[in-house]
């Protein structure tokens, strides 16, 4: 199975802040990863597919880059609404793995 | 507007059997793939198992296979798990979610349920 890992697994920052999240996958997973948010209680949300596609709806604060097995999810200009979990998770084989997670928490 | 909406979860004692629901509205449900995503107490997000439009193919985390049964029905929009021989570590909260393609191989989880929370205790 793929592993995924991220870092950190969880930062402290300020509204305004510039905000990244490493994702690294066990072996070259190309550019199927995928980002996801979740506040508690509430399903995840799609954020980036296929490493840099921003979902529809999502605010462009919220960019993907990487390829192989390193990938990084930034958020510049941090929203107060950003204060979340986030998640990737690769398609690239089954199963189909989430890193563990890394909570935004308010400075 | 996609909506998925879960059902089926509860209290369920170690040893016992459940089946989740998911009801599927606002696409065409039989073209898609979709999954089931579960995430224990305090934990993080495990990806279950899978089932592509046709239904042909399911596929199924280690921790689960040979116990757990993903099933759909496009004739009523709804996919199943069925879930036999459920362990204390089956606890979480299970969400289905839909799946679209970017590109072959490049899937993603673009609507999800609100989940459904399944305890399994004596």
């Known amino acids: 199975?793929?592993?995924?890992?991220?870092?950190?697994?969880?930062?402290?920052?300020?509204?305004?802040d510039r905000v990244t999240i490493t994702c690294r996958a066990s072996q070259s997973i190309r550019g199927f990863l995928n980002w996801y948010?979740?506040?508690?209680?509430?399903?995840?949300k799609l954020l980036i597919f296929a490493t840099s596609n921003l979902?529809?709806?999502?605010?462009s604060?919220?960019?993907?880059?990487?390829?192989?097995?390193?990938?990084?999810?930034?958020?510049?200009n941090l929203q107060p609404e950003d204060f979340a979990t986030y998640y990737c998770q690769q398609t690239h084989?089954?199963?189909?793995?989430?890193?563990?997670?890394?909570?935004?928490?308010?400075? | 507007e996609v909506q998925l909406l879960e059902s089926g979860g509860g209290l369920v004692q170690p040893g016992g059997s459940l089946r989740l629901s998911c009801a599927a509205s606002g696409?065409?449900?039989?073209?898609?793939?979709?999954?089931?995503?579960?995430?224990?107490?305090?934990?993080?997000?495990?990806?279950?198992?899978g089932i592509d439009g046709s239904g042909d193919s399911p596929y199924y985390a280690d921790s689960v296979k040979g116990r757990f049964t993903i099933s759909r029905d496009d004739s009523k929009g709804t996919m199943y798990l069925q879930m036999n021989s459920l362990r204390a570590e089956d606890t979480a909260v299970y969400y289905c979610a839909k799946e679209s393609r970017y590109s072959y191989g490049q899937n993603y989880f673009d609507y999800w349920g609100q989940g459904t929370l399944l305890t399994v205790s004596s």
């Open chain 1, 93 to 107: 084989s089954s199963p189909r793995t989430f890193g563990q997670g890394t909570k935004v928490e308010i400075k």
């Open chain 1, 1 to 16: 199975d793929i592993q995924m890992t991220q870092s950190p697994s969880s930062l402290s920052a300020s509204v305004g």
């Open chain 1, 61 to 76: 604060r919220f960019s993907g880059s990487g390829s192989g097995t390193d990938f990084t999810l930034t958020i510049s």
């Open chain 1, 37 to 44: 948010q979740q506040k508690p209680g509430k399903a995840p």
């Open chain 1, 55 to 59: 979902q529809s709806g999502v605010p």
């Open chain 2, 27 to 49: 696409f065409i449900f039989s073209s898609y793939a979709m999954s089931w995503v579960r995430q224990a107490p305090g934990k993080g997000l495990e990806w279950v198992s």
